[in-house]
Structure formats: C-alpha cells, structure tokens
C-alpha cells in the first residue's frame, strides 16, 4: 500500500520535471556543454532533441550537431557523414541543412576516401544550392577531388603563374 502511494505520489513529480525541458533549453544546455569541451556529455542532448523534438525549429541544428560529434568525439566519419546527409535531406531549406550537405560531401570525400559518393553529394549540393556563397567552394572541391595535397598545390601554382602571365600579355598592349 505505501508503495503504491509513492508511485501515485512520485510519477507526476517525474512527469512534471521532465515536462518542463523543451528542446529550445536542450539545445542551450547541449551547446554550453560542446562549446566547453564536453562534446559527450552534449550528444545524448542533441540526439534527444532529433527524436523527442523532431518537428521543432531546434532538431535541424540538433542533428547538425549530433554529425560534428559523431566525427569528432566518436571518430566516425561514416555516421557523421550519412548524418549531415539526413540534416540536408529533411531540412534542406535551413541553415543547417545546407551546411549539412557540403559537410557530407567533404567527408565523403576527404576523410572518407568515397569519391565518387563525395561527388554525388557535391553536385548535388550545385543543384540545390547554385546561388550560395559555398559554390564557389563546391566547383573547386569538384575540380580537385581527389587529388594529392602536392597535386592540388602544383595546380594552383599553374592556374596563378597563367593568370600572372595572361595579366602581363593585357598590360602590355
């Protein structure tokens, strides 16, 4: 009998403070955890913002958040990549999902070594996104993907020593 009134008495209790958590205090509760270095501790809180808060304005950086940590604490390029993907396929009007699908096409990429689904995801980041300040970036990224730190180098230095030369044949007429 006296258990039953503790239940009876301690789940609304229970209820009610958990009822007062909504993912807008998640969400600064788990960045003031990442922004401190605890980067672990922010996960679980960022994660239960994507599943209980999922329809929110806060999951899209939620779940931005969770792929940064997924890479970064769990050294696991592979869920933070399919989780920036997942960012900018169910929010790809945000912020977020577009930070999203350039994060996934670099990892892809770079840390992965997956070029051609990189490639995938940068051209589709160009139809999605053609207008962006990040374009630029992309078509770059694409013209260069998969090329060594030296390659890459070695082709700057030709594009810049032709246009120095093209610059110098104009001046002079």
């Given at each position: 009998m006296f258990h039953r009134f503790?239940?009876?008495?301690?789940l609304p209790l229970l209820i009610g403070g958990c009822a007062g958590?909504?993912?807008s205090d998640l969400l600064a509760q788990a960045t003031t955890l990442r922004e401190s270095g605890k980067g672990s501790e922010?996960?679980?809180?960022?994660?239960?913002?994507?599943?209980d808060y999922a329809e929110s304005p806060q999951a899209p950086e939620a779940m931005y958040h969770c792929a940064v940590l997924y890479?970064?604490?769990?050294?696991?390029p592979i869920k933070a990549a399919t989780t920036y993907e997942l960012v900018a396929e169910k929010f790809p009007q945000t912020e977020w999902g577009h930070r999203g699908l350039f994060a996934a096409a670099y990892t892809y990429?770079?840390?992965?070594?997956n070029?051609?689904?990189?490639?995938?995801?940068?051209?589709?980041?160009l139809a999605q996104y053609a207008d962006s300040s990040m374009a630029e970036t992309v078509r770059f990224e694409l013209e260069n993907l998969g090329k060594s730190a030296e390659e890459l180098l070695e082709s700057i230095q030709q594009s810049q020593a032709a246009e120095s030369a093209t610059a110098e044949e104009g001046g002079g007429q």
């Open positions: 503790i239940i009876l008495f301690a958590q909504d993912a922010a996960l679980p809180l960022y994660e239960q913002i994507t599943r890479f970064k604490e769990q050294m696991d990429a770079n840390e992965i070594g070029l051609e689904r990189g490639r995938h995801a940068y051209e589709k980041y």
